[in-house]
């Protein structure tokens, strides 16, 4: 069983940056590829970044390239989620998720969910 509290979310103006922590309980985060979905009012939630057990390995949705970074420090059971250039159509509640499987965008690959962190993004 694993145990995920995401933190970092709240108001930004467009252009700016969030950071997004996400603590997992457990003695087993680093079997676990990390992931951040997000989702909108009235839109279906969608993937945003992946990160592999070791940290070595990442991927992101074409919407976020170049601006959101993703990371993890395994000795503190924490993925991070780096938000640059912030634009309105970021807003969202934020969620980390943890599958066993490797670098899955799907959401369905994923047994572990928090509970969301709000971003907004507006002037």
């Known amino acids: 069983q694993v145990q995920l509290v995401e933190s970092g979310g709240g108001l930004v103006q467009p252009g700016g940056s969030l950071r997004l922590s996400c603590a997992a309980s457990g003695r087993t985060f680093n079997t676990y590829s990390m992931a951040w979905f997000r989702q909108a009012p009235g839109k279906e939630r969608e993937f945003v970044s992946v990160?592999?057990?070791?940290?070595?390995?990442?991927s992101n949705a074409d919407s976020v390239k170049g601006r959101f970074t993703i990371s993890r420090d395994n000795a503190k059971s924490t993925v991070y989620l780096q938000m640059d250039s912030l634009k309105p159509e970021d807003a969202a509640a934020y969620y980390c998720a943890a599958s066993l499987r490797f670098l899955p965008q799907d959401q369905k690959a994923y047994d572990y969910w928090g509970q969301g962190t709000q971003v907004t993004v507006s002037s």
């Open positions: 990160i592999s057990r070791t940290g070595t390995s990442t």
